[in-house]
């Protein structure tokens, strides 16, 4: 997943420990709603953009 505004990757991996972890210590779930935990911006699915492109 990718922030376009703070030009970050969380690595889909990762994704679900990092939303506990937030859930835990902020009581927030930006994460589970597809945004960015920092600025709330909408998180991009870079292989869902490629393969979007290679459908082209």
């Not at 994704?15 to 960015?36: H, I, M, N, S, V």
């Amino acid at each position: 997943m990718y922030c376009p505004k703070c030009d970050r990757t969380i690595k889909k991996e990762r994704l679900e420990a990092l939303r506990k972890e937030l859930a835990e210590r902020y009581q927030r779930d930006q994460l589970e709603k597809g945004r960015c935990p920092v600025c709330s911006t909408p998180l991009l699915d870079l292989e869902e953009v490629r393969r979007k492109k290679d459908a082209r």
